[in-house]
């Protein structure tokens, strides 16, 4: 955790990871189902990153048919067959009601907002494609900003990201505290100035949020 140098009046939670269970959960489970090595699919993701089909995808940059070819070409070449389609019909993370009901008690006194990575679902029914709209629908309601990498047309981790959520909240970003599962997210917010919380135990990263905000959340 990285503390504020200045009051905090912004909390900023990712989505997947942080207020669901984590998509990387999803991944391990669809390579165990169809004898994939372990990490295999985190691994595409993390090879040329800002350009690979999941980025493309993320930023709204390629359909989902597109994506789909792109990234089993991507898997292909680097040995092993996958179904894309399967791997995103399985980001339907479930709640993490404790994480929510932080966030509820956040908006009570601070302003909010989610940072998420999403893609557009084909029906194009929800901005974030990864869940049952009928389970997120009133989470998203306690964010005074929701900022997507497939409106936004950049993601986490470029700083214009971060800079987006701060221009829509009227904040400088040594006045928020960030939230997410991944160093390679909160590495540029904390450089801009933002106090950061990497999320790995849900009990310990609301702990420590308690600790950032001063005052209870759960």
């Known amino acids: 955790m990285s503390e504020p140098t200045v ?17 990387f959960d999803a991944f391990a489970g669809y390579e165990r189902a169809n004898g994939l090595p372990a990490g295999f699919i ?11 089909a999941w980025a493309r995808m993320e930023r709204n940059d390629v359909s989902i ?14 040995g092993h067959e996958l179904d894309a389609a399967a791997v995103l019909a399985r980001l339907r993370g479930h709640l993490r009601p404790a994480m929510v009901e932080a966030v509820r ?3 009570e006194r601070l302003k909010t907002a ?6 557009v679902a084909p029906d ?11 389970s997120y629908e009133g989470v998203l309601s306690l964010f005074d900003v929701v900022v997507e990498s497939s409106k936004a047309g950049c993601r986490k981790p470029d700083p214009r990201f971060y800079e987006i959520a701060c221009e829509q909240l009227g904040i400088e970003p040594a006045e928020a505290v960030f939230l997410d599962d991944l160093g390679i997210n909160l590495k540029p917010a904390r450089a801009m100035g933002m106090a950061t919380i990497k999320v790995v ?18």
């Open 42 to 52: 985190r691994g595409l993701n993390a090879t040329n990153p800002d350009h690979n």
């Open 114 to 119: 989610c940072l998420t990575n999403n893609f």
């Open 105 to 107: 008690r956040c908006r």
């Open 7 to 23: 009051p905090i009046t912004a909390a900023l939670f990712d989505f997947g990871g942080v207020l669901t269970s984590s998509p």
């Open 65 to 78: 048919p597109e994506f789909c070819e792109l990234f089993e070409a991507e898997a292909r070449a680097a």
């Open 124 to 134: 194009d029914a929800h901005p974030d494609g990864r869940m049952d709209p009928e």
């Open 201 to 218: 135990d849900p009990d310990a990263a609301i702990a420590e949020l308690e600790a950032v905000v001063g005052f209870p959340l759960r």
